[in-house]
């Protein structure tokens, strides 16, 4: 895939979902929305419930496709109307819960082979072998956590941080070009969040891989990433880039979200500086 | 004929236990591997029984009859499969549609409610022929267990490769397999056709092992099967996929013990299929009745 530095790795254009059209509980979750991200970028995007956050990562993710006229375009190529797993060639996700990311009754070696195989044809090759083994060993041992040595261990028996740190392995093994992080760390105890951040930056900065991190929480957004991004009611209405986002705090943020939204921000979650 | 020894009863239970261990086998596809709780079971067996019938009596090897009906017991699967992701029908519908639909398409088959084949070529004659020898209980035994063995292997090996592994993952976490690149829709489509390919395998023996095929030989054959994996998961506790094909034909080989001890004690052939009912319902109850005993908390039944 060719994608120099200046052309964007993701486009949306027009990018719009209405969900329970025509019954009276029609709600609009995105307005339109057109964004760029380019490679390396890694874009923090944060807001309240009902944003639209979610909904946009399941638009690039392709769980559902945009309204009619809206575009997604990774890496040159448009994905508006390719199924979900034909996204995955180049998105790989963490969900929220550890439990959606990973395969309780399989072993790790098992889900890692899954992961592997990304964006590949699954054929009648065994999916273990040794050399696959010794990638997965090398792939968990930075951890820290010791996965390396229990490859053969049902998921199911891990913890919710351990499997969290295994999703996220999983989903940059087979380096997709696109990393999105959905509140990953959310449903996680403070220490452990802190443990699975690390690792994510750190394979973030490792393999350099264009990554979306949703989060509820404007002391992450401000502290991770090179790129901000609030969105409120289905719009995106502040982007921060780098030089800017330095010297960014907590208050300019409110302030931001005050002016661009017209009223006062009353979702406190996002202000507590700890989830 | 019941066997009045207990050689007696364990040769028949054996014999009975590996012609019906493909359903068993058949069963655990759907059920455990990819968490599809597929009735069509009940037609497909049939259809694999009419369709081998119907060409041994038309004169076609026996062999060749016998690939024919998986061959059939494959689409019934498809179409089961194509019902429910193509056109989202639930799973059991689906099964059930497919079921009943089977049912006249079983009765076109035959061109009537049954064929009999008493004086016709099938597989276990034209083997004891190769042989030398006349059919007996023994040789039965033997041709079916080398079938199973085959087919174990053939799974075994089949659920560990690449396109495998991604079936199980299919029924443990289907949204997952999906984030990772795999069609959930196809693996279902698969694993189904897989499933109903061995059911009809076994519908094919057993027509041919009892010298006929009739429209109703089906009926209750997916509890049968059900009452088998849960016995073998019951029994032998298995962990991984070996073990697991392992427990569903030691499961299968337990449950025709049951049947034929039954019978023996003096059961009527009519009260089998509530006897299976009975053992599934206990099989499957007693986990809550446990939980309940030890205050533990279970969540409620899923409705589909």
Redesign the interface.
């Known amino acids: 895939m060719d994608t120099s530095k200046d052309q964007s790795l993701l486009q949306l254009r027009s990018v719009r979902k209405v969900f329970a059209r025509g019954t009276i509980d029609e709600v609009t979750a995105l307005y339109g929305i057109n964004l760029d991200i380019y490679p390396d970028d890694f874009v923090t995007i944060i807001g309240s419930n009902g944003a639209g956050k979610s909904t946009l990562l399941n638009i690039i993710?392709g769980v559902f496709p945009p309204e009619m006229g809206g575009k997604v375009i990774i890496g040159g190529e448009d994905v508006t109307d390719l199924?979900?797993?034909?996204h995955?060639?180049y998105v790989g996700?963490v969900?929220q819960e550890p439990?959606?990311?990973?395969?309780?009754?399989?072993t790790i070696e098992?889900n890692l082979?899954?992961?592997l195989?990304?964006?590949?044809p699954?054929?009648?090759?065994?999916?273990?072998n040794k050399q696959r083994r010794e990638l997965f060993r090398s792939a968990l041992a930075p951890l820290g956590l010791g996965l390396e040595d229990r490859l053969s261990t049902l998921v199911g028996t891990l913890s919710g941080g351990q499997r969290q740190a295994l999703a996220l392995v999983?989903a940059t093994i087979s380096k997709p070009v696109l990393l999105l992080l959905d509140e990953h760390i959310a449903t996680l105890d403070p220490r452990t969040a802190q443990i699975v951040l690390n690792l994510s930056d750190m394979i973030v900065q490792r393999e350099r891989m264009t990554t979306i991190m949703v989060t509820h929480n404007m002391e992450l957004a401000l502290r991770y990433g090179n790129r901000l991004i609030m969105m409120h009611k289905g719009r995106i209405i502040v982007d921060i880039g780098q030089q800017d986002k330095q010297a960014l705090t907590i208050n300019d943020l409110v302030t931001a979200f005050e002016q661009a939204a017209g009223e006062q921000l009353t979702d406190e979650s996002m202000l507590l500086s700890h989830r | 004929m019941l066997p009045a020894t207990i050689e007696g009863i364990l040769t028949s239970s054996l014999s009975d236990g590996l012609i019906y261990a493909f359903v068993a086998v058949g069963v655990f596809i759907t059920f455990r591997v990819l968490a599809f709780p597929d009735l069509t079971v009940d037609g497909s067996f049939v259809t694999g029984g009419s369709i081998a019938a119907l060409m041994i009596v038309g004169g076609y090897n026996s062999f060749l009859a016998t690939v024919a009906a998986i061959g059939g017991g494959l689409a019934c699967g498809a179409v089961t499969g194509l019902l429910h992701t193509k056109l989202r029908i639930t799973a059991l519908l689906a099964g059930i549609l497919m079921m009943v639909s089977l049912y006249s398409v079983n009765l076109r088959i035959m061109s009537g409610a049954n064929i009999p084949l008493l004086r016709q070529i099938t597989i276990f004659k034209s083997i004891a022929h190769f042989f030398g020898t006349a059919k007996s209980v023994i040789l039965v035994i033997g041709i079916l267990a080398v079938l199973a063995l085959i087919v174990f292997m053939i799974l075994n090996w089949?659920l560990?490769?690449?396109?495998?592994?991604?079936l199980?993952?299919s029924g443990?976490?289907e949204?997952?397999?999906?984030?990772?690149?795999?069609?959930?829709d196809r693996n279902t489509i698969i694993g189904c056709s897989l499933s109903n390919g061995m059911v009809a395998l076994s519908g094919a023996l057993v027509a041919q092992n009892q010298g006929f095929c009739d429209v109703n030989m089906g009926i209750g054959m997916i509890v049968m099967g059900l009452a088998a994996v849960i016995i073998g998961g019951a029994l032998f506790h298995p962990r991984g996929v070996a073990s697991m094909l392992l427990a569903a034909l030691g499961g299968t080989f337990v449950y025709r013990l049951f049947i034929t001890i039954a019978l023996r004690l003096g059961l009527a052939p009519g009260d089998l299929k509530l006897i299976t009912a009975v053992l599934v319902v206990i099989a499957l109850g007693i986990p809550y009745i446990q939980k309940k005993a030890r205050h533990e908390w279970m969540p409620p039944a899923v409705k589909f």
């Open positions: 993710a199924s979900e797993y034909k995955a060639t996700r969900w439990h959606v990311g990973t395969a309780a009754k399989l098992e082979s899954l992961a195989l990304r964006g590949r699954r054929g009648l090759r065994p999916s273990l999983m | 089949f560990r490769t690449e396109l495998g592994l991604a199980r993952a443990d976490n949204q997952m397999i999906r984030g990772l690149g795999s069609d959930t």
